[in-house]
């Protein structure tokens, strides 16, 4: 297992933009994914990486979200532009070592590892 803390969430008006962070350990072993809580609202798989760099994203955020990761400092990015208000809500950060299946990529059946989170706001 991995200990997984993102932080880089706040308030922001519709149109700007926040960089999320997640670090911990070990990065270059696990296939990683962000995402999404809201009220009332299932968590949502927004963005994933696998151990190559290869990434999918939901088709919400495809072209305002951008995934990155960086091995050697074991710490993954999500770089939101263009936010609307619907982005708001908890964004959490998955791991797991598992080679997953596309079907599950952006599931979070897929992930055994998870951080706690950290609030964006867009209105």
């Known amino acids: 297992h991995v200990q997984l803390v993102e932080s880089g969430g706040g308030s922001v008006e519709a149109g700007e933009s926040l960089r999320l962070s997640c670090v911990g350990s070990?990065?270059?072993?696990?296939?990683m994914a962000w995402f999404r809580e809201a009220p009332g609202k299932g968590r949502e798989g927004v963005a994933f990486?696998?151990?190559?760099?290869?990434?999918n994203y939901a088709w919400s955020v495809k072209g305002r979200f951008i995934i990155t990761k960086d091995n050697a400092k074991n710490t993954i990015t999500l770089q939101m532009n263009n936010l609307k208000p619907e982005d708001s809500g908890v964004y959490l950060c998955?791991?797991?070592?598992?080679?997953?299946?596309?079907?599950?990529?952006?599931?979070?059946?897929?992930?055994?590892?998870w951080g706690e989170g950290t609030q964006v706001t867009v209105s």
């Open positions: 998955a791991a797991d070592r598992r080679l997953l299946p596309p079907r599950l990529r952006l599931s979070e059946l897929g992930y055994k590892d």
């Open positions: 070990d990065f270059s072993r696990y296939y």
């Open positions: 990486i696998d151990r190559g760099g290869a990434t």
